[in-house]
């Protein structure tokens, strides 16, 4: 149900392409920015970007949590697309702000991070007149598995309508290493951190899940059924989609006249 055949592969590489030029153009700079992570994501946008606009990658490492292989990664495919980087660790950046106020929530302190390379990537694009790339698919944007303000603060979405499973359809289609394409998926919020152990099922099953529901319009009965899953599964995943439909939305604002 979700898998690509080579037109539709083609067409999706070609439709990126094509936005992100646009997209370009329109807002009258010279290129965009991307945070490459080493991951498979930034990958596939990168390596799509790169071949239309003037990119501009950062690596922004958090010594002793990302994982050393994600920044050598990111700096190979960087010098394999021929792409200008900066590597710039965010390890004192964090450190001005434990001293500034004392965070003790696991999870406000993660979301800080992805918050600081988003200023990072935005101090880039004013300075060097660029966008910010965004690298979110289909299915964190659904699950509300960014930050918002963080991964969350950029321009443009170019993968923001492909489930995982079809980010690494297109991945290996287009040609990202396959090492990163295996590798498991991780958003680098704390040491030994990966998505899918945090989610709770794998990207393959979430998709699934949410295609019925998003996509077919099915009920969450009919999904569990369908797919063979525990209804728990698919009310959790359709929970969290509409805790988190704030962050798909701009900040409401109160109608007074």
């Given amino acids: 149900m979700l898998r690509l055949n080579e037109t539709q592969l083609k067409l999706c590489e070609e439709k990126i392409k094509n936005f992100i030029k646009g997209e370009v153009k329109k807002a009258k700079t010279i290129g965009g920015v991307i945070a490459l992570s080493g991951g498979i994501d930034s990958s596939l946008v990168a390596t799509l970007a790169s071949r239309v606009i003037d990119l501009k990658a950062l690596i922004l490492p958090e010594v002793g949590v990302?994982?050393?292989?994600?920044i050598e990664d990111a700096k190979s495919l960087a010098k394999a697309l021929g792409i200008n980087y900066e590597v710039?660790?965010?390890?004192?950046?964090?450190?001005?702000?434990?001293?500034?106020?004392?965070?003790?929530?696991?999870?406000?302190?993660?979301?800080?991070?992805?918050?600081?390379?988003?200023?990072?990537?935005?101090?880039?694009?004013?300075e060097e007149k660029r966008i910010v790339i965004g690298t979110s698919n289909k299915t964190e944007l659904l699950l509300g598995y960014f930050t918002k303000y963080g991964d969350g603060g950029v321009d443009i979405l170019p993968i923001g309508d492909l489930y995982k499973t079809q980010v690494r359809q297109l991945a290996?289609?287009?040609?990202?290493?396959?090492?990163?394409?295996?590798?498991?998926?991780?958003?680098?919020?704390?040491?030994?951190?990966?998505?899918?152990?945090?989610?709770?099922?794998?990207?393959?099953?979430?998709?699934?899940?949410?295609?019925l529901l998003v996509d077919k319009g099915l009920a969450k009965e009919e999904v569990a059924e369908e797919l063979g899953v525990e209804l728990s599964l698919v009310e959790r995943l359709e929970r969290k989609m509409e805790e988190n439909e704030h962050k798909r939305k701009m900040p409401k604002i109160l109608k007074i006249f």
């Fill in 66 to 70: 990302n994982r050393p292989e994600d």
């Fill in 172 to 211: 290996r289609f287009v040609g990202v290493p396959e090492k990163i394409i295996e590798k498991p998926p991780s958003a680098g919020l704390w040491k030994g951190q990966t998505d899918e152990a945090e989610l709770g099922a794998t990207y393959e099953v979430m998709d699934k899940i949410l295609y």
């Fill in 88 to 126: 710039i660790e965010i390890n004192p950046i964090l450190e001005k702000i434990r001293e500034a106020r004392a965070v003790k929530d696991k999870i406000a302190w993660a979301n800080v991070k992805p918050r600081v390379r988003m200023l990072l990537n935005y101090l880039v694009a004013n």
